[in-house]
């Protein structure tokens, strides 16, 4: 579909050498120029992550797409250039709020950070035609406590010192 073909645009548009630069950054300047564009990745192409001064969640992310979807170095680079590895999903409105509720039911997320590729534009769609078939499913809120966070979890003000 439109989204589908939306995000591979993207997707093309990432720089492979920029990309290289980053994934060595992400593991602690590791040298990935030896390793060639088009070849699938083996866990063994990285450095150890014990061995590594990075965000080990992040890292561990990266060798876990690696050993399951078996990427080559081009594809993974482009995977990361956007979500910087994070779970991505481009479908249908109706398709993100069934991926969406899929995942809070089976209890794999309480909540989600959407970063829409292209703001405001594709934020705006996402409000505009996800939110509501989610608030139907009951798994998004269609009114507020309060206009504050602190209203929203039911604190109380606190008393100012200066009174």
């Given amino acids: ?66 050993r399951r979807e078996k990427p080559t170095l081009r594809q993974l680079l482009a995977m990361l250039a956007g979500a910087r590895g994070h779970h991505t999903f481009a479908g249908t409105p109706e398709q993100v709020a069934d991926f969406m509720e899929a995942w809070f039911n089976d209890g794999a997320a309480d909540g989600f950070n959407v970063m829409p590729p292209i703001l405001p534009a594709m934020l705006e769609v996402f409000v505009a035609e996800v939110i509501p078939l989610l608030q139907k499913r009951g798994l998004f809120r269609t009114t507020y406590e309060g206009e504050t966070l602190r209203a929203h979890y039911g604190l109380a003000e606190p008393a100012s010192q200066f009174a």
Wanted: charged share 35%; no cysteine; proline share 9%.
């Fill in 1 to 66: 579909g439109i989204a589908e073909r939306l995000a591979e645009e993207l997707s093309e548009l990432s720089n492979p050498e920029v990309g290289r630069k980053r994934l060595s950054n992400r593991f602690g300047g590791h040298d990935f120029s030896h390793l060639p564009l088009d070849k699938p990745l083996e866990p063994e192409d990285f450095p150890d992550p014990d061995a590594v001064e990075a965000a080990r969640s992040r890292t561990e992310v990266i060798l876990g797409l690696v």
